[in-house]
């Protein structure tokens, strides 16, 4: 019996439900369930909380990158490079449209190594795309210092880094464009699906408010052909809401992360280091250990629940296999694949929780 839960959707409703419940009565009375006031709203408030001029709401984080890469002029045969540790997504963005990724290892941090980024670069890199992981940026001023070199586009997946920011910088303003999830895991969650990209650039902001709704200038005159990627208003409505709770959760999640720092054994747990320019939101709390599915195994036993991101690395997985990468191409990411666990670190876990956690972990290990 899972006593602890890896995340806790089901406290979030119990939490948030009687103040929810007018506004989705008054959303779904009103008739308008495709954008509208709760959408504009949403884009505006989220592009100030972003730091950036721009922000259009999608369907999906994935749908955000499709619309990143387009609008920076990806087309079939360009090069994308990446790390290959990732949720599928990062890839399958770039593979959906034709273009070839190109993997770069990762440091001891989980993010792309900047340090073995140029010599990815060929005459076919079109843009780079980061992936903010966990939580915490990537090298940004490397990988801009880097890119602006080169003049490539870096497009940031900051599906999982809301509110994370880097030498001052918040995720998703730093790059050309910045495209977020809000899937009910993030901690900026909706009901469901949905995403949004942020820019500080006009023109793609025009195009991608355009092509997420089929290419439509008005109700009757396509100017290009688009797709349907719209935020539905009542997601829109619910992200409104959360998003005014959105610097608690962090605050929170912040406060667990440095209790479990403090009370797990550092013989047998390694942490990567926040660096002093990165503000880190805690997506996820992921340790690197031996044993590690012995010791999921044993927390789950203890009624612990945790999860893997990611137990394949994408250049092993069985879609990747045309994409010509072999195990051992990128040895760190592989290492990690087998030593990392995400331990709970939610916004309703108590401090008597993360000791039980921590205690589990460290007795594991001892025994």
């Known amino acids: 019996m899972i006593n602890i839960p890896y995340i806790n959707l089901v406290e979030q409703w119990k939490n948030e439900r009687e103040e929810l419940l007018p506004i989705l009565d008054s959303v779904l009375g009103s008739g308008q369930y495709v954008g509208g006031q709760e959408v504009a709203k949403f884009e505006e408030d989220?592009?100030?909380?972003?730091?950036?001029?721009?922000?259009?709401?999608?369907?999906?984080?994935?749908?955000?990158?499709?619309?990143g890469l387009l609008e920076l002029g990806i087309r079939p045969g360009d090069e994308v490079i990446t790390p290959p540790n990732s949720f599928i997504a990062s890839t399958a963005s770039i593979v959906n449209i034709k273009a070839k990724p190109v993997f770069v290892d990762?440091?001891?941090?989980?993010n792309l190594d900047p340090e073995k980024?140029?010599?990815?670069?060929?005459?076919?890199?079109?843009?780079?795309?980061?992936?903010?992981?966990?939580?915490?940026v990537a090298a940004m001023n490397e990988i801009m210092r880097i890119a602006d070199k080169y003049s490539i586009p870096v497009i940031e997946d900051a599906a999982q880094s809301i509110g994370s920011k880097y030498d001052g910088k918040f995720s998703g303003s730093i790059g050309k464009v910045g495209c977020?999830?809000?899937?009910?895991?993030?901690?900026?969650?909706?009901?469901?699906?949905?995403?949004?990209?942020?820019?500080n650039d006009?023109?793609?902001?025009?195009?991608?408010?355009?092509i997420r709704n089929h290419g439509l200038i008005d109700r009757n005159t396509v100017g290009e052909f688009g797709f349907v990627t719209r935020m539905d208003t009542v997601q829109a409505a619910i992200l409104n809401f959360r998003l005014m709770r959105l610097p608690q959760v962090i605050e929170k999640r912040r406060q667990n992360a440095q209790l479990y720092k403090t009370l797990l054994d550092k013989k047998n747990v390694f942490i990567p280091e926040d660096k002093p320019l990165e503000f880190n939101t805690y997506h996820t709390f992921v340790i690197q250990v031996e044993k590690r599915d012995e010791l999921k195994d044993h927390l789950f036993s203890q009624?612990?629940?945790?999860?893997?991101?990611?137990?394949?690395?994408?250049?092993?997985?069985?879609?990747?296999?045309?994409?010509?990468?072999?195990q051992g191409d990128f040895p760190i990411a592989e290492k990690q694949a087998d030593r990392i666990l995400t331990l709970p670190v939610h916004q309703y876990l108590k401090d008597v929780d993360l000791h039980k956690i921590a205690q589990a972990v460290n007795r594991f290990y001892e025994s």
């Open 202 to 210: 006009e023109k793609i902001y025009n195009s991608v408010s355009r």
């Open 46 to 67: 989220i592009a100030k909380f972003c730091g950036v001029k721009y922000a259009v709401a999608l369907n999906s984080g994935t749908d955000a990158l499709v619309c």
């Open 117 to 136: 980024l140029e010599k990815a670069i060929t005459s076919k890199t079109k843009a780079i795309m980061p992936v903010h992981l966990t939580g915490r």
């Open 180 to 199: 977020f999830s809000t899937h009910p895991l993030k901690n900026l969650n909706a009901c469901g699906d949905g995403g949004f990209l942020t820019t």
């Open 303 to 326: 009624g612990i629940e945790t999860s893997i991101h990611y137990p394949i690395p994408i250049h092993l997985q069985p879609a990747s296999r045309n994409l010509g990468y072999k």
């Open 106 to 110: 990762v440091g001891e941090d989980q």
